[in-house]
Structure formats: C-alpha cells, structure tokens
C-alpha cells in the first residue's frame, strides 16, 4: 500500500534585511525533509515581495541569490477553503497540506 506524501509548501525570502538568512534555512530545512514522506513546493519571496513557485530546488540553492523571476507568480488562495495556492500561470488551484514559513526578520 503506497501513502501518498504530504504537500510540503516551504516558504523562504522576503522584503526584511535577512532575506539571505532566510534563503539559507530553507535550504537546510529542504536538506532535512523526508522526500518520501513530502511532496515540496519551493515558494520564494523576492526581495520586492513577489511570491514564486521555484521548480528546480538544486539550482534554487546552488548560488548565492536565488533568481525568484524564473518561479511562476503564486499567492495563497482562501476562496475555496483553507489550503490552495493560486496562480495565473497554471490556471488552477494548487491543494497544499502545509506551510513551513522559513522567514526571518
């Protein structure tokens, strides 16, 4: 029997002076999920404040600033219920069973 993963949205960055302290726990907290047990979703705030999905966790934390204009734009989304990120570039709602917000500052 195959239990499905919990959908990990790990929220990092932001517009505060630790935006790099921040970009540098998520990667630690990443490092340190159990990827059999959680599905991550990389949801990175620019330093400008705009929130996006990052694909490519490796190249997210490979360099020293993470390039948030690659990600598509997303928020959290409560119009139908607790739990859904939205965003004009896949359509749809994305179901999300919990965020870790990894923000300092």
């Known amino acids: 029997m195959t239990i499905a993963r919990i959908r990990l949205a ?9 935006h790099e302290v921040s970009v540098m726990s998520a990667k ?12 991550l979703l990389y949801i990175g705030i620019s330093k400008q404040g705009k929130w ?9 934390f490979a360099c020293s600033e993470v390039r948030f204009d690659d990600g598509e734009a997303v928020w959290i989304d409560h119009s139908e219920g607790a739990g859904f990120i939205g965003s004009p570039d896949f359509g749809t709602h994305l179901p999300v069973d919990m965020v870790f917000p990894v923000l300092h500052g």
């Open 28 to 39: 630690s907290v990443a490092a340190a999920v159990d990827e059999d047990r959680y599905e």
């Open 10 to 18: 790990l929220l990092f960055g932001g517009q505060s002076c630790e």
């Open 52 to 60: 996006r999905l990052l694909d490519d966790p490796k190249a997210i």
